[in-house]
């Protein structure tokens, strides 16, 4: 997000995107940190959920499958926008 204000502030003499759309990007980045923001507290809910579900017979096996569920749910939801800028978004324009 950091990255977006940076390239905004730049093109705010007027060269390059108008204001409008650069107000859009900025709500765009906004609104993008929200929703993994809010996506990561649901996912750590289910993934407690989850674990327990499955009832592990040792406290070791417990916290390893947690700590593998929590991983594998905030690298999904960290880097899936990164991915889609990257190998989709790319492809498309």
Not at 26 to 43: D, M, R
Not at 48 to 73: M, P
């Amino acid at each position: 997000m950091g990255v977006k204000f940076y390239k905004v502030s730049l093109n705010i003499k007027g060269e390059g995107l108008e204001i409008f759309e650069q107000i859009f990007t900025i709500w765009i980045a906004i609104l993008q940190t929200l929703i993994v923001k809010i996506l990561s507290y649901l996912f750590n809910w289910g993934v407690f959920r989850i674990n327990k579900w499955v009832n592990y017979d040792k406290q070791s096996a417990y916290n390893s499958g947690l700590i593998t569920k929590i991983i594998l749910f905030e690298f999904f939801n960290n880097f899936t926008s990164l991915f889609y800028i990257a190998f989709i978004k790319v492809t498309y324009l």
